[in-house]
């Protein structure tokens, strides 16, 4: 069921202290004093990544169902939508959808308070969306990942699923291995993307991402933009923040290990205000097929203008599937 909007008062400062961003390394960093800068955490799509009544996690068929549940917010709106393992004679399926919707606000404490007739609320903890739901006797504690983290995360990251080994010896140039290089030469624009079955819409910034296969290298470009960025961007990368506030941020910051390189701008000036620029060493798995080495990222060449990118991560209980086509 789908609970009317309620008239709240216009969304509050969430998260206001931010002043000044320190230089590390290579970073660069223009940052007046002023305040009023606003970072909303809120903002973009989540999904679920674990779920517990009443202090105990719910059992595996029960999350099965729930995985596919989603909270979007925008600056002013959200919308929750909970799919549930059904009771009784529709016990065998995923039975039970429950959609909230409406405008929101922010207390002075963080919390989000969502439909407060059933007990709903929300707050940001460590990066996270935390949705708590309490009926009666029962407290239902959801925890959810931002889209852009789960994919950050696997890229980032080894989190343990991959079978491609931590050698730094190239890889063994078969014919087959060679000609599939040739083929992948070139830019491919992102086109479409999944998580969990779940449609990501992309932003006219998302949209401009792309990977790159050059020079018949055993390496690939990838480049990810978004609209925005937030203080959890900000701390991940190693930027530092606190104080009174501030109004713009110019920052990037480039780090690399082994053959792996990462570089990140962050502009508030800029209409895409976040870019991430990554080199990765790739392997022949077989066929059509190469992986990201020691991650759990594979690309499929599927025909002469789309790859398929699918990737899974344990630690978010996610996977995720990305369509490339040929620019």
């Known amino acids: ?41 809120l903002l973009g799509t989540w999904l679920i990544q674990s779920s517990s009544v009443n202090g105990t996690p719910v059992n595996s068929a029960s999350f099965d169902c729930l995985k596919t549940s989603v909270a979007k917010f925008t600056a002013t709106n959200y919308e929750l939508n909970y799919r549930k393992k059904g009771t009784g004679a529709f016990a065998s399926g995923c039975a039970v959808t429950q959609q909230f919707s409406g405008t929101y606000e922010v207390n002075q404490n963080g919390v989000v308070d969502l439909n407060s007739s059933r007990g709903i609320t929300a707050e940001i903890k460590e990066g996270k969306l935390i949705i708590t739901t309490e009926e009666g006797s029962n407290k239902q504690v959801d925890t959810f990942i931002n889209e852009k983290d789960i994919v950050n995360t696997v890229l980032d990251t080894d989190n343990g699923t991959s079978t491609g080994g931590g050698t730094t010896n190239p890889p063994v140039e078969t014919e087959e291995f060679k000609n599939l290089k040739e083929k992948l030469q070139g830019k491919w624009g992102l086109n479409s993307f999944e998580i969990n079955g779940e449609a990501i819409t992309l932003s006219s910034c998302r949209a401009t991402s792309f990977i790159e296969f050059k020079d018949q290298n055993n ?6 933009s978004k609209a925005t960025f937030t203080q959890g961007d900000l701390r991940k990368y190693g ?38 620029e990554s080199t990765r060493v790739f392997e022949h798995v077989s066929g059509d097929v190469l992986r990201i080495k020691t991650r759990s990222i594979e690309f499929k060449l599927v025909n002469d203008t789309t790859i398929e990118l699918t990737f899974k991560n344990s630690d978010t209980n996610t996977e995720g599937k990305q369509i490339y086509k040929k620019l």
């Open 219 to 224: 390496k690939i470009f990838i480049f990810q």
């Open 1 to 41: 069921m789908k609970i009317q909007s309620i008239n709240l008062k216009s969304l509050a400062l969430f998260f206001i202290s931010i002043t000044a961003l320190l230089s590390c390394s290579d970073n660069t960093a223009d940052l007046p004093e002023e305040n009023n800068t606003v970072f909303n955490e």
């Open 239 to 276: 930027i530092g923040i606190g104080g009174s506030g501030i109004q713009s941020v110019k920052a990037t910051k480039s780090t690399s290990n082994g053959e792996n390189s990462d570089k990140v701008t962050f502009d508030t000036d800029a209409s895409c205000k976040f870019k991430k």
